[in-house]
């Protein structure tokens, strides 16, 4: 089955220290890869997506994410996290099998904590 | 100027009863999404529609019926409600259909309980 895991239910991390936010991929083919990030009672909102191409994405807010085929891995960092980037943030993948539409799978979630 | 708007952005109601959940976007997509995320915050898709057209249809009970007006409107009622139907339900929208991987935008969400 096509899935995604974000193996950490939450990060901290301290003000101004680098972070990283952990998403591995289990889906046929290629991937089309997507982080977003929800704010308390908010909508999510996009950061950044790797569909082809470089596999270092540049995305919203100073975030980045590395995708790795090899290790299956999308990871999500951010040279230096504010305390204004905790939320919580998820990892997503298009189904392949969704009939060329799409569909998402997102991956449970982790929250983001960054202390002053 | 909201992209996506959902109305209303609480519901509280009775099991039994019928409601409806109304979203519109502004963007000029083409497709729209409802999602249903669980208390837990997980997120799972439940319908698409693609210029009026149901494009996706997940595992849902048949008391879930969206309804699509036009391209830029898509409704959902919500028939015989239960407790378990309670959770945050989310519109979305995205530029096409296929292929390209577009990216989503996501309404405020609805948080509906039920009692």
């Known amino acids: 089955a096509q899935s995604v895991a974000q193996p950490e239910d939450q990060v901290n991390v301290a003000e101004g220290n680098p972070l990283t936010v952990k998403c591995t991929y289990s889906v046929s083919g290629n991937p089309y890869l997507f982080w977003y990030v929800q704010y308390p009672n908010r909508g999510l909102q996009f950061l950044l997506k790797?569909?082809?191409?470089?596999?270092l994405v540049k995305g919203s807010y100073g975030f980045e994410a590395e995708f790795n085929k090899s290790q299956t891995s999308f990871h999500l960092k951010k040279p230096s996290a504010l305390v204004s980037d905790s939320a919580l943030y998820f990892c997503?993948?298009?189904?392949?099998?969704?009939?060329?539409?799409?569909?998402?799978?997102f991956g449970a979630g982790t929250r983001l904590a960054v202390h002053p | 100027d909201t992209a996506v708007s959902q109305t209303p952005k609480y519901l509280v109601t009775q099991m039994g009863n019928d409601k409806s959940i109304k979203c519109e976007q502004n963007l000029g997509h083409d497709t729209m999404y409802w999602y249903k995320q669980d208390s837990k915050k997980f997120l799972k898709i439940m319908f698409s529609y693609n210029n009026k057209e149901l494009i996706i249809n997940e595992t849902v009970p048949n008391r879930f019926s969206p309804k699509s007006p036009d391209k830029a409107h898509l409704n959902l009622h919500i028939n015989s409600l239960e407790l378990g139907d309670s959770a945050v339900y989310f519109c979305a929208s995205s530029q096409g259909v296929a292929g390209a991987g577009y990216e989503q935008y996501f309404g405020p969400g609805t948080r509906l309980t039920v009692t």
């Open positions: 997503a993948v298009r189904d392949p099998f969704s009939g060329g539409y799409n569909k998402l799978i």
């Open positions: 790797y569909i082809t191409g470089d596999n």
